[in-house]
């Protein structure tokens, strides 16, 4: 018979004794749990002691969390959170080097528990912890100082994450003492790397300690730890940068510079900005980390893609500045641009003379306003950053800028491309393309390599996408009136391009050249080829038919998939120390298997391993994006659109969440659909509607390849007379 649901049957192990199973009832306090399994090994004192799941994290279960609890969990009476948190407290400061590096271990993996952090924190540990870091190696021996030491960072980093105490509180000599590992050049990996997570959150959790640590650490001073072989050390420095980057002032977005070699301090930002730009810093991320020798892992991947998104950023103040059709230096760049084109060394003397040849001149530009050319730059985006970049175009490609120009405006056939329009708009269709003046997504990995192989990366991706523009525009023989569509061929030439990942500008231009407008008129055809539904009656009877089977086989794929299972990641407070979870289906598909990993598995994981299961009766149902939990409990600025899109839960009895983050949209769509397929209920993702299609489209083209160019009729023929007679027979000798 079926227990009832507030009754878990579950085991509790105690060193040196059997263990117990009992039966415990939800709805009894904890603590009078706690005093009848105390009284099964007869321990006095139940007051002293808790329970605490036996694997995984080990966690201690408390009131509001031991409805986790599930039939078959096995759990260790220890002793109580308090209790060890003063024990802990004491042994830290102890005389015995061997008792203080043994607490200090046990402390390191304690604190990530909310329970015990909270007791260790309310007894003045967070400031024991400072004390010893700050008095350096007065407090530890000198044969174990590395280890002592990172044991110390990385229960200060745990307990500091769960948000009890305020970062706020952080002593100036403790910032300096952090600073100084990360400044040193030789000092142990374990202890830079949490040296960095903690300056890291710092910045991040902080805004008088971003300043503190800005005084301390330069961009610079962390260039040396990109060299390095280590991909996690490099992960953590590009973070740090980036938090610094990402919390600067916006007087101050620029960072500290790097002049030949020189590190500056902490500077002006427009500074930090010239840092990322600068030949060094680039190079270093280039050659050391993109084009090392170990293939980039998906946490580098999002520091890079943060990275290029804060970089991309500091081009939104021009994209949103208009330009003053009044200021005359603005003004003074538009008379540059002509007369790098048009070479104004024999400009007339007269005043409506020269007006009347700027008029003509401005017109040949491309520009929209013939008169007064600055009213193209008042409309944002793109604003300047336009301008900027046919400056850019005019002076580093000035013969590129000067054939366009002139190649156009010699044309009397209505087939002249306006350079100065499709200037600005290519700008504000870049500017959309690349998100800038978006806050990077988190979960997103998608940096392109070759934004990091060039000092003025926007502006050379500028200068071939004009090129590319001016070149489509001649093959479709376009006019003004097919502006918009040159413009919407030329966003589908580019999108598709950056798609392939070109690691260069110069691949760039490779890609660009073999998506022509015959291409994409090629793969528009085919993709519409591949999605063409016929519309005669017999073949949409056809379709209706086959329809249910092919459904049944992707219901069939999808489950398949869910038995083999995905790695999803837990959303923590920090990005750096990631945490990864495991679920499956059971073979028979009555139960999903869950658990917690310590890292990323590299292929399929076995049911044993995964300790924690939900029988798929009990799912009530599966909600997505905001409806989700975990997306409710999150704050304003964490709900990205991109963590939205990937979100789903399973609501199952009673009352109960299993919540989900996908790594991708595909992943997302497999199960959110394999779920669906689980409860009998319809898969609406976008991912079944592109298989239904294309496997309905092989499917009707196969079957229809005996009729290949016969005309398919609107109606079945008539069907013939009857016979005048039935009387006929056939011979068959």
Not at 401 to 421: A, Q, T
Request: net charge negative.
């Amino acid at each position: 018979m079926t227990p009832p649901a507030d009754i878990v049957k579950v085991a509790i192990e105690w060193p040196g004794a059997n263990a117990q199973l009992i039966e415990m009832d939800q709805r009894r306090p904890l603590s009078s749990v706690i005093r009848e399994v105390c009284d099964g090994w007869s321990l006095s004192g139940s007051e002293q002691f808790a329970l605490r799941y036996a694997d995984g994290p080990q966690l201690y279960i408390t009131e509001q969390s031991r409805a986790d609890i599930k039939n078959g969990t096995i759990l260790r009476l220890a002793i109580s959170p308090a209790r060890a948190a003063r024990q802990l407290l004491d042994r830290i400061q102890s005389h015995s080097i061997d008792a203080r590096l043994e607490a200090l271990k046990e402390l390191a993996k304690l604190s990530a528990d909310p329970t015990f952090a909270t007791e260790f924190i309310n007894m003045e540990g967070i400031g024991t912890l400072a004390r010893l870091v700050e008095s350096g190696t007065q407090c530890f021996s000198s044969c174990s100082f590395g280890e002592m030491l990172a044991f110390t960072l990385t229960a200060f980093l745990e307990l500091m994450d769960h948000g009890i105490v305020s970062w706020d509180l952080i002593s100036i000599s403790f910032i300096k003492q952090i600073a100084g590992y990360v400044n040193q050049p030789m000092v142990d990996v374990s202890i830079l790397q949490r040296s960095l997570a903690i300056l890291e959150s710092m910045v991040l959790n902080s805004h008088s300690l971003y300043h503190r640590v800005a005084q301390e650490i330069t961009v610079g001073q962390l260039i040396g730890h990109l060299q390095v072989s280590n991909q996690e050390i490099q992960t953590y420095a590009i973070a740090l940068i980036n938090a610094l980057f990402l919390k600067a002032p916006e007087d101050r977005r620029q960072v500290g510079a790097l002049f030949s070699g020189v590190i500056c301090s902490f500077l002006h930002p427009q500074e930090m900005a010239s840092t990322l730009a600068q030949k060094h810093l680039r190079s270093i991320i280039l050659n050391h980390v993109i084009r090392g020798n170990r293939p980039i892992k998906a946490e580098m991947a999002h520091q890079l893609y943060v990275l290029q998104v804060l970089t991309f950023n500091l081009l939104e103040e021009r994209m949103m500045t208009k330009m003053d059709p009044n200021d005359q230096a603005q003004r003074d760049i538009i008379f540059e641009l002509r007369r790098i084109a048009f070479d104004g060394e024999n400009d007339p003397t007269g005043t409506e003379k020269r007006k009347a040849m700027y008029t003509k001149d401005y017109k040949m530009l491309g520009f929209t306003n013939h008169v007064n050319p600055a009213l193209d730059f008042t409309h944002t985006p793109p604003g300047m950053l336009a301008l900027d970049n046919m400056l850019y175009l005019a002076k580093v490609h000035q013969d590129t800028y000067i054939r366009i120009v002139l190649e156009n405006s010699s044309r009397e056939d209505k087939h002249e491309c306006p350079f100065g329009r499709c200037a600005i708009e290519l700008t504000r269709m870049l500017c959309e393309i690349l998100q800038v003046g978006e806050l990077p997504n988190e979960g997103c990995n998608d940096y392109h390599p070759m934004f990091f192989t060039h000092d003025r990366a926007w502006e050379e991706f500028f200068c071939v996408c004009i090129q590319l523009l001016n070149k489509t525009w001649k093959e479709m023989r376009a006019t003004a009136e097919d502006f918009n569509k040159v413009m919407q061929v030329v966003r589908e030439q580019i999108t598709r391009a950056l798609a392939m990942k070109p690691s260069s500008i110069d691949q760039l231009k490779n890609k660009l050249r073999g998506l022509s407008y015959s291409e994409i008129l090629r793969l528009r055809q085919s993709e519409r080829m591949s999605q063409d539904d016929f519309q005669s009656p017999p073949i949409i009877e056809l379709r209706e038919r086959i329809q249910p089977e092919i459904l049944e086989l992707i219901k069939q794929q999808r489950l398949n998939r869910l038995c083999e299972g995905s790695c999803f990641r837990k959303l923590g407070n920090r990005r750096r120390q990631e945490k990864f979870w495991f679920c499956r289906l059971s073979l028979n598909h009555k139960v999903l298997h869950y658990g917690d990993l310590d890292e990323s598995p590299q292929g399929e994981v076995p049911f044993e391993l995964l300790s924690d299961k939900i029988p798929v009766s009990d799912i009530k149902s599966v909600v997505t994006g905001k409806d989700c939990p975990h997306m409710k409990e999150k704050s304003a600025l964490k709900q990205n659109k991109e963590v939205l899109e990937l979100a789903f839960s399973v609501l199952y009895d009673p009352d109960e969440t299993l919540n989900f983050v996908a790594p991708n949209k595909y992943e997302y769509c497999i199960w959110t659909d394999g779920l669906c397929a689980l409860l009998g209920r319809e898969m609406g993702s976008d991912l079944t509607r592109s298989d239904l299609d294309t496997l309905i489209s092989m499917e009707m083209k196969l079957r229809l390849l005996d009729l290949e160019n016969i005309t398919i009729p609107e109606a079945p023929p008539p069907v013939p007379k009857e016979p005048s007679s039935y009387n006929f027979t056939y011979n068959y000798s």
